[in-house]
């Protein structure tokens, strides 16, 4: 099976010059936690997560009203092709540690698939869960803390 064929085409996606703000209201709004960034012409530039805009706005001194978008997305994201196997795609994913993939044909966005996505429609394939675990292994290994040190 192809991601064309169970690929999310109804997909919400800003501008480069969208503030923070205006993401954080789409992703409120539709209940997604991942925005592509397209230009003018729906050519794929960068994508932003709910936790890229959490650390974002935690730790650095910005005004998410005005603070665009492409300041803080990531440029140049991980794709795939309408054309790709699923277990492809898995593989993909797992390698580079993320949970949605834009789907792109010449560049442009044409759709983004999930791991949730693939696991729905491959429950019994080892490589979802072959993917699942590769994504969830941290890229280091946190520091070892207690909650009185985090309290303080």
Do not use: W
């Not at 991601?3 to 800003?14: D, F």
């Not at 001194?61 to 794709?79: C, G, K």
């Not at 999930?114 to 675990?133: I, K, N, R, W």
């Amino acid at each position: 099976m192809q991601l064309k064929e169970i690929l999310s085409k109804e997909v919400y996606y800003a501008g480069p010059s969208s503030t923070l703000s205006e993401v954080a209201g789409l992703m409120l709004r539709h209940h997604i936690g991942t925005v592509p960034i397209c230009d003018g012409n729906g050519q794929l530039v960068g994508i932003i997560t709910d936790r890229d805009l959490a650390i974002e706005c935690c730790t650095s001194d910005v005004d998410v009203r005005h603070a665009q978008v492409r300041e803080f997305m990531t440029q140049n994201p991980v794709t795939a092709r309408p054309d790709m196997e699923l277990t492809q795609a898995c593989e993909l994913m797992a390698r580079e540690q993320i949970r949605r993939l834009p789907v792109v044909q010449d560049g442009r966005l044409i759709g983004v698939v999930s791991l949730g996505d693939l696991a729905v429609c491959m429950p019994q394939e080892q490589a979802v869960l072959d993917a699942l675990t590769r994504i969830s292994v941290p890229s280091r290994v946190p520091q070892q803390t207690t909650m009185r040190q985090r309290a303080a």
